[in-house]
């Protein structure tokens, strides 16, 4: 055992560089061969589980990343990141479970109450599975935490908008702008917002005259109007102008006459 633990520290070490300067794909392959061995010691495998798992969640590939993240919590399971991780890759991809990572988001929240970006991310799943209550508290308590950053403040505006308290969201919107008015990307989620609520309204008069039109009423009948008869002529045209002569005729000049002078 001894004798690997040198292998084990140089593939963990390897293993950090690669996901520090962005190659996931080198990360991955040392990591992988670390965890692949039977008798790692507890504090390296956990953090080449935990390692693999965020590498995985930053893929997408939100399966392979529940695997190892819920593998690193069997090490730590007090792990604030941890769950807030593996939250995170339940919430996401084809084969979500919400309930699930709703548990998790819920633990990470307790054990680090100073994250807003968590909370945030708990608020807003909060409200799309229906907890609305619970989810804006956490949402409002994320926007006191962090009341300058967009990402926080998107959510709430998208959890009210969600809710149905658009008011509050353009209120909400309109007092970060004030504290901000300065950053371009306040500037972006008012530009968003304003958009999205007028393509909504303008969808709704839609909808509403499509169904005056189907009504039981019969067809709308757009007012349009067809002229009369047309008036009738009296007679033939006739010109008020006085007749006059046409113009004579161009006389032919000459192209040269004998006494004239050329030079």
Known sequence: MSELLPLFD???????????????????????????????????????????????????????????????????????????????????????EPERALEHYRKAVELDTEQPRWLAEFGLLCVQQGET???????????????????????????????????EAKDVLRAARFRNPRDGRFRLLWQVFMFKQLHRKQTGERRAQQRSW????????????????EPQSEGPLRREDEPEALPGPHLHRPQRRPDWKHG
């Open 10 to 96: 140089r593939l963990l070490t390897l293993g950090r560089h690669f996901q520090q300067i962005h190659r996931p794909q080198e990360a991955l392959h040392y990591l992988g061969r670390l965890a692949a061995f039977p008798q790692v010691p507890a504090a390296l495998a956990e953090e080449s589980q935990a390692r693999l798992g965020e590498i995985q969640l930053g893929r997408k590939r939100y399966r392979r990343a529940r695997k190892h993240l819920a593998i690193a919590l069997l090490y730590r399971p007090e792990s604030a990141r941890y769950h807030y991780l593996l939250g995170s890759a339940l919430a996401k991809g084809r084969h979500a």
């Open 133 to 167: 209550d619970e989810g804006l508290g956490a949402l409002m308590q994320a926007v006191q935490q962090a009341p300058n950053d967009p990402d926080v403040v998107g959510r709430l505006v998208k959890a009210l908008c969600l809710a149905g308290r658009r008011a």
């Open 214 to 229: 189907m009504s039981d009423e019969g067809p709308a009948l757009l007012p349009f109007r067809l002229p009369t008869t």
